[in-house]
Structures are given as structure tokens and as C-alpha cells.
């Protein structure tokens, strides 16, 4: 028998020089990790098989509970990046000092779906990042929009029980669209303003690169005199705010349920590296008291033309975690971890969440010593008297566990001057389940939300109502969520009834616990004038077929990657094709498994030859359909624009033939632009 290989020919992969043993848990070098201990030559395994029993019990156990909301993420490693002294509004250090810098780990994830959901449902998206500063962990546990579904932490169960599965069916998987979230919203107008922000484009992200991060509630800012001010958080992504269509996101998941997650990672391997800007909203009680909503209700936003967003600081993401499963499982974000500097508000969301997450990583890790876990750790001195518990794994020294105590030396010790104090702010009334009146007005943001986006983006909003409102089999649940719509505004209300196919005049407007009010528009609410604009971060395609011109494929490509975008090669085969020198051109996707819906932008050169297999091909045909639906620039040379007539996509001014650097030039002019919303509408498009 050569060495190496089993009697029932399976491969031994022995330790050669300098290469570590293959052990079991307790160290113990193992000799066969291929077969398990058998009773005979053809005889029952052997309970004694101990190396056998460790590695399947191990394996039993590998999973552990997944995140009952935001169970799917990504997450990296960066650092933050301090840009402004602060100290007028906090003693926060990470804030204290331009230049200084405080690590960081930021997940991003969806709500709604498992952990094994896809990327790109219609979600919110979380936007959580731990800032390990020098006095001690910060949470700052957000999401990519800016108020939340409900005003008081007791509904959340409710909201999280409507959204997910049917429990008796368990579908949908990762879907608003069913009638046991509509049934809740309805019936729950605080919702609506969340509603018009969850069925804008900004719940169908093209990357997780691309989407800005809210902190929602209320915090507070307390200075080194003990003045404290209201603050919110504000990430703003440095690629700007970018989404695709609501066809392109469904066919994404299918093309590739990891999308974001690949996009993120592949990004940061090739040291594209995200970024983001902190800002912050600084008010003070009296801006509070001034303005039409109460700054406690997390249904609310300030707009920015009220209240300036202060850059603070900025984020990179430049490092991929080691392990999935070590770092973005196991990291515990927690609202209530802060920092000297920072404190709460009463926001009646905030106050549940304080205690919610520390009781769900109890639940999710099996111990309150997860702050033991590499990620978790803190990377500042941690020292206190708490002992034992499951998993410990420190080795405390000495007798004194307690305090106070006179038998020890070194041992820690408060501090009223660096320690946390919570404000010292007074509380009166009678104590009380309540809504405060304050919170009463359910619409006039989600009216002011709707007035501010431009009208290619009302109408995805409108798309977006009826389609979720079409998968809604109950009829009183539809015509209750009309009812509410009425009072957020009339035409959006019709446009989604029209598209429903409900009467006109048949719907009834819910009565407002407050009549909705016309708040002066926030421009800056709308995404599309969010967009930073340019190529740079954007992944593009080109699908080239045999004969391409070389000249042309390269002068291409070339001005591509001078504006800082990834260019994929798409070709029929994997292994490439030959371009018209006779060079091989390697390809980096093959036509069947890269949809142009994975792409922000498409490009399609050939030989007219080598185009002929393509004309008559469903997947290159799709490819440019799909493009054109999905509204992007096209650049085409002739044999492209030959795909494109058997195709049967049309013509404007985002399809732009290409023959030389002049022409190339004003394709990437078009394409850096985004989207090209004018299209909507044309035949072969959605609206
Ligand atoms: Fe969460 N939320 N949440 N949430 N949340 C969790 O904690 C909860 C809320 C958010 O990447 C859970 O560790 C309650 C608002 C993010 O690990 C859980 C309430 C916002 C993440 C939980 C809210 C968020 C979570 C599940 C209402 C935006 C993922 C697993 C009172 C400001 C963090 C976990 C990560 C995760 C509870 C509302 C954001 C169960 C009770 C508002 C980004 O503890």
C-alpha cells in the first residue's frame, strides 16, 4: 500500500517538514483523520472512538442561535477617524482630538430574512459599528434609515412577528410583501412615516458601500462642564447614496444570493475601501421645544435644513474579518455600551433597547462573558470584580473578588472624575403606561418624506405600494393601508389605488388621532440628491465577444479604470476570447452566470463574426434587455448595436456607440451620472 493512502483508497494528507501536526482538541497528535474506529474489518464503530466523538460533537454544536431580526450581515474592520475637537459638546475622547484615530468593526445586515436569506430583499439594512476607544466600547447601533416602524419598545415583538415568516406556513422568507406585516401597519399609523422611507429605493441598496447610516433616536452630548445637548448621528457614505430597481434587485438574488456580501468583501481585497463621514445634528432643548414634533419620537427626522448636519470624523472599512463566524457572528453590539460623554434620551424605543440587547447575546452566546470573545473585547484596561460564569476565560489571581475591600493591593478602584455619570436630570409625573400626546402626529412627515423625493422617485415609491399591496390577499388589509395613504397625500394614494386596481372615490381616509400638517420640504431627503456621482467604487461589465477590437477593448478598460471602476470581462466561455490581434482576452465571469443586473453600468464589443452565436442567445439577449430596463448607460460598438437590435431595446441618450477614446470618454460621462431615469416609461421599462 503507498503511503499516504488508506486501505479503502482514500488520500492521507501527511505532515511534512515544518508543517504543524493535526491534533485533537487537547492536543493530542492525530495518526488517521480519515477513517473512525471500527469493531473488524467490515464491523461497527466503537463507542471508544473518542477522536471521533470530539470532532462530530463539535460539529453538532457549531451553530449557534441566530440573530432573531438582522440575521444576516456582513461585516469589516476599519478605523474612525476624528476630524473636529468636539470638546465644546463632549468629553467623548474618540471625538476629543483631529487626527486621532479609534478602531473599528461595523456590521451591516438585512432585518427581516435568516441568516441564510439572500442579499437584496426590500429591507432595511443594519448599520451597527463598535468603536473600540480608549475609554471602553461604544455601540453605535444604526440603521440605513432614519426613524423606525414603531414609538415604543413594547411593539416590537409585535412588528418583528408581522414582518417575518407566517408562523404557521413559514413563508415568506426575507418579504414585507404578505398580509400579516400590511395587517400590523395598517392598523399601526405610527408606521407610516417608516413605510415611505422602507418603500423608497433606499431598501433595495446596489452595495452595502453605497447606503447611508442613521443612529435614529435622540442621544446626548455632555461636555466637560456637565452641559449636555441633544444630538443625532448621521453616516454619510462616501460613494453616496446608489439603489437598483425593484426588477433588478429580484433578479440579483437569484444571480447571486451574496451580492452585497462579495461586493464588500471584493472591495476591501482590492483595497477599494469604503468610506463614510460622521455627522452629527447638535441641538439644544430649546431647538427641541421649537420644533412641531417631539425629538423623543423615533418616527421623526430633524431635516438638515433646520438643523445643520457637523461633519465629525470619518470611518474606513479596510479590513476583511479572519473568520465569518469569530468576528460578524459572534460581535455583540449592544446600544446601551456608551462612553463618557455620550448619554441616553427618553425616547421610549432607546429605553427598551438598553435592555433588549444585552438580553439577546445572553441568549445568542450562552454567557454574560461574551465581552471575552477577541471581538467583543474591549481594547482598553477592563477591570472589575465580576467572576466565574460559562466560558470564563481569564484567570483572575488573588482573594478579593469584592468590594469594598482592604486586603488587596493594585486592585481597582472608581473614579467620580474619568468614571460615566448619567446625567443628573430630573423626572416628574405620575408614573404611567402612556403615548405622550407629543407623539400624535402620524403623517405630516411621511407627506413631508414623500414631497421631498423627485418624481422618478415618488413613482418607484408608488411601484413599490402596489406591489406589496398586490401580494396582500386580503382586501380590508389593503383598503386600510389606502386609508392611511389618503392622509399622507392624495395623488400617492390614487396612483397606488389605480395600480390596484381600486375604484376611484372608494377610498375612505382614516380618521388622524392629528390632522397631518404641509411641513416645508427637505430636498435633502431624496437620494438622488444624496449621489456623489462619478465611476469611482462602481463595478461595470463588458461583454466582449470573439474578434472584439483590441484597440478598443483596451482603450476602454483603460479609461474605465483611470476613473477608479471595476471592470469585469464578460465572454461566453470562461477561458475568454480572441480579440481581433489574435491576443487572448481572459474573462472574469462567463456570460451564463453574469447578468447585466449585477453590474451598475454595461458595455458590449465584438467582431461581427464572433457576434453571430450571441444574436440569437437568450442570456446576451437578456443581458442588454435587462440593462436597458434596469436603466443603465450602454455603450455599444457595431457588433453590439447588432445585439442590441435583436434584442429590441431602444435608443436614448444613455446608449452611446463607442469607436474611440472621444466616444469612450462621453460613455463614461453618462454612465458616472447613475441611473438614467429618463428612460422610465419607454417601452421595455417599468413605470
Ligand atoms: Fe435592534 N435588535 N431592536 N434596532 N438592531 C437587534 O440584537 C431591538 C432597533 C439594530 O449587527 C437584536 O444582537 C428592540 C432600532 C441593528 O449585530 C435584538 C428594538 C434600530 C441590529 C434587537 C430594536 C435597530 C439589531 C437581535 C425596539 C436602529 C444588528 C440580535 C425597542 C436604530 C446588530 C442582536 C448586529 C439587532 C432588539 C429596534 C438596529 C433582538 C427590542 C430602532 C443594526 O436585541
Not at 441598496?205 to 461636555?223: A, C, E, K, Q, Y
Not at 437569484?254 to 463614510?276: K, N, S, V
Not at 439644544?284 to 419620537?297: C, E, I
Not at 389593503?478 to 399622507?488: K, N, W
Amino acid at each position: 500500500m503507498p503511503p499516504g493512502t488508506g486501505q479503502g483508497g482514500e488520500t492521507h494528507q501527511t505532515a511534512g517538514v515544518g508543517q504543524p501536526l493535526l491534533t485533537s482538541n487537547q492536543g493530542l497528535p492525530v495518526a488517521d483523520n480519515q477513517n473512525s474506529l471500527h469493531g473488524g474489518y467490515r464491523g461497527p464503530t466503537l463507542l471508544e472512538d473518542f477522536l471521533l466523538r470530539e470532532k462530530i460533537t463539535h460539529f453538532d454544536h457549531e451553530r449557534i442561535p441566530e440573530r432573531i431580526v438582522h440575521a444576516r450581515g456582513s461585516a469589516a474592520h476599519g478605523y474612525f477617524e476624528c476630524l473636529r475637537d468636539c470638546s465644546e459638546w463632549t468629553t467623548a475622547s474618540f471625538l476629543s482630538k483631529p487626527k486621532k484615530r479609534t478602531p473599528v468593526f461595523t456590521r451591516f445586515s438585512t432585518v427581516a430574512g435568516g441568516a441564510g436569506s439572500v442579499d437584496t430583499p426590500r429591507d432595511v439594512r443594519g448599520f451597527a459599528v463598535k468603536f473600540y476607544t480608549d475609554e471602553g466600547n461604544f455601540d453605535l447601533v444604526g440603521n440605513n434609515i432614519p426613524v423606525f416602524f414603531i414609538q415604543d419598545a413594547i411593539k416590537f415583538p409585535d412588528l418583528i412577528h408581522a414582518v417575518k415568516m407566517e408562523p404557521d406556513r413559514g413563508f415568506p422568507q426575507a418579504a414585507s410583501a404578505h398580509d400579516t406585516f400590511w395587517d400590523f401597519v395598517s392598523l399601526m399609523p405610527e408606521s407610516l412615516h417608516m413605510i415611505m422611507w422602507a418603500m423608497s429605493d433606499r431598501t433595495i441598496p446596489r452595495s452595502l458601500r453605497m447606503i447611508d447610516g442613521f443612529g435614529v433616536h435622540t442621544f446626548r452630548l455632555v461636555n466637560a462642564a456637565g452641559e449636555w445637548r441633544f444630538v443625532k448621528f448621521h453616516w454619510r457614505a462616501g460613494l453616496g447614496v446608489e439603489s437598483t430597481t425593484w426588477d433588478e434587485a429580484v433578479k440579483i438574488a437569484g444571480a447571486d444570493t451574496d451580492y452585497h456580501r462579495r461586493d464588500l468583501w471584493e472591495a476591501i481585497e482590492r483595497g477599494d475601501f469604503p468610506t463614510w463621514e460622521l455627522g452629527l445634528q447638535v441641538f439644544d432643548q430649546a431647538t427641541a421645544d421649537s420644533l412641531p414634533f417631539d425629538v423623543l419620537d423615533p418616527t421623526k427626522v430633524i431635516p438638515e435644513e433646520i438643523v445643520p448636519i457637523e461633519v465629525v470624523g470619518r470611518m474606513v472599512l479596510d479590513r476583511n474579518p479572519s473568520n465569518f463566524f469569530a468576528e460578524t457572528e459572534q460581535v455583540a453590539f449592544c446600544p446601551s455600551h456608551l462612553v463618557p460623554g455620550l448619554d441616553f434620551s427618553n425616547d421610549p424605543l432607546l429605553q427598551g433597547r438598553l435592555h433588549s440587547y444585552l438580553d439577546t447575546q445572553l441568549s445568542r452566546l450562552g454567557t454574560p462573558n461574551f465581552h471575552q470573545l477577541p471581538i467583543n473585547q474591549a481594547r482598553c484596561p477592563v477591570a472589575n470584580f465580576q467572576r466565574d460564569g460559562q466560558m470564563q476565560m481569564q484567570v483572575p489571581t488573588g482573594r478579593v473578588a469584592y468590594e469594598p475591600n482592604s486586603l488587596g493591593s493594585r486592585l481597582p478602584r472608581e473614579s467620580p472624575e474619568r468614571g460615566f455619570n448619567s446625567l443628573p436630570l430630573e423626572e416628574t409625573g405620575p408614573k404611567q403606561r402612556l403615548r405622550p400626546e407629543s407623539f400624535a402626529d402620524h403623517y405630516s412627515q411621511a407627506r413631508l418624506f414623500f414631497r421631498s423625493m423627485t418624481a422618478p422617485e415618488q413613482g418607484h415609491m408608488i411601484n413599490a405600494l402596489a406591489f406589496e399591496l398586490g401580494k396582500v390577499e386580503t382586501g380590508a388589509v389593503r383598503d386600510r393601508v389606502l386609508s392611511h395613504l389618503v392622509l399622507v397625500d392624495e395623488t400617492l394614494a390614487q396612483a397606488v389605488a389605480d395600480k390596484l386596481g381600486v375604484a376611484a372615490g372608494s377610498i375612505s381616509a382614516a380618521t388622524p388621532a392629528r390632522t397631518p400638517q404641509d411641513l416645508p420640504p427637505s430636498p435633502t431627503l431624496s437620494q438622488v440628491a444624496s449621489r456623489a456621482g462619478g465611476l469611482k467604487g462602481r463595478h461595470l461589465a463588458m461583454l466582449v465577444a470573439e474578434g472584439a477590437d483590441a484597440e478598443l477593448v483596451s482603450t476602454t478598460r483603460q479609461a474605465l479604470e483611470k476613473a477608479r471602476a471595476r471592470v469585469s470581462v464578460i465572454a461566453q466561455k470562461i477561458e475568454g476570447v480572441k480579440l481581433s490581434d489574435g491576443s487572448l482576452l481572459k474573462a472574469d465571469g462567463a456570460l451564463a452566470g453574469s447578468p447585466s443586473c449585477l453590474f451598475g453600468a454595461v458595455i458590449v464589443l465584438g467582431g461581427e463574426e464572433g457576434m453571430q452565436p450571441l444574436l440569437g442567445h437568450p442570456a446576451a439577449q437578456d443581458f442588454l434587455r435587462d440593462a436597458w430596463r434596469h436603466l443603465k448607460a450602454i455603450g455599444l460598438d457595431a457588433a453590439g448595436q447588432q445585439l442590441a437590435q435583436a434584442a429590441g431595446i431602444g435608443n436614448d441618450d444613455a446608449v452611446l456607440m463607442l469607436s474611440d477614446r472621444k466616444t469612450v470618454a462621453r460613455y463614461l460621462k453618462v454612465a458616472a451620472a447613475g441611473k438614467h431615469f429618463a428612460r422610465e416609461g419607454q417601452p421595455g421599462t417599468d413605470v
